[in-house]
């Protein structure tokens, strides 16, 4: 009942993927990797129900299967962490897959009945086949669950250099996806029983349905930014710092103190007149528009006002403000709440709707960017402020 329900949903899953409204790239990697589950789970299936006897190619095409899914996981994650588009030259990802279905060659061009009497003999030719194949299954699963993760926590300690506010900006549903795959993998390499693996990849797929639908609504139409990483279909800004993609996190407060980012400047072709009219410029678009108030603002979102680069302006803030620009944006939230709840006129409003006014997105997120610049919470400043006057 396991596989059958890990089969069922699998499809199914894949299937409401493709019906949802605008669909991002990452969507259709995720239905393909589905769809791809749902079939390899379907051989394990067939195998187990003696139906491999009557239908010996899905189930041996399956095989192959395996080495898919390391490719799927990093691929996905490069979607849900890039906003630049997928490029062909990507699907050499899978030529492991191809080339194992090659390696079966021989098996795919004998006779039916050949077939079934070498699953019957479990796999007695093929010993040599199978080796090879298993081995190119132990190695791109921790090559590529290695590759994932690197991916993903190098865009995490990056995000500040973007976003102005990250509690929207789901970092756990990438990273229990392959933690899971981690799981998988390890099953694999050290249990080496069928029932097992397969077992928990059917765990898999339901707790990927669970989750996706329950925590960040994976597949239902969702608004940028709500709940998912960037990805195409978003739109998050066409925005790389070098040539490498943004990073992200959730909930958390980057370093200032980033030395890739000042090595990266060294090379750039600003000057420092330029820096100083940039710098010039953004103080007064700060003090006359305060952009800071859109809780969605990004680098990239400010740059395209002040009609420069966004390295530029993101090198300007670094050298200029001494922070990077999550630390500049929640900074001036904290200045305009410091101004509003001084305000006798604001003094019916809540804490919370004048943190939303400037910019802020959470309690959480304000609670603690507030304590970080004034050393106090929002109420022992205002009392401290009574008290002074």
Known sequence: M????????????????LSKANKSAADYMLAAWLALTGFHLLGFYMLLSGQALRYPIPVAIGFSFPLAQGPFLYLYTCRQTSPLPFQKRQLLHFLPVLLSCLLFLRFYLLPTEQQVEVFRLKGQGFETESLINVLAIYSSGIVYIALALSRLLRYRRKMGYQFSNTEKINFNWLLYLILWMAIIWITILFVQEDKMIFGAASLFVLWLGYFGIRQVRVFSPHPPGAGVLADEGQKFEQRVFDDDDEETSEDREPSSE????????????????????IHERLKKLMQEEKPFTNPDL??????????VHPNHLSQVINSREKKIFYEMINEKRVEEFIQLVSAASNRHYTFLALAFDCGFNSKASFNRNFK??????????????????
């Not at 980033?258 to 009219?277: F, G, N, P, V, W």
Request: no cysteine; charged share 20%.
């Open 2 to 17: 396991l596989y059958l329900a890990g089969i069922f949903l699998s499809f199914f899953l894949s299937i409401v993927l």
């Open 258 to 277: 980033d030395q890739a980012e000042k090595l990266k400047y060294q090379k750039s072709t600003l000057s420092d007149q330029d820096a100083a009219h």
């Open 298 to 307: 990004t680098l990239t979102g400010l740059a395209r006002r002040l009609d």
């Open 372 to 389: 970080k610049y004034t050393g106090l919470s929002p109420r022992e400043y205002l009392k401290q402020q009574q008290m002074a006057a």
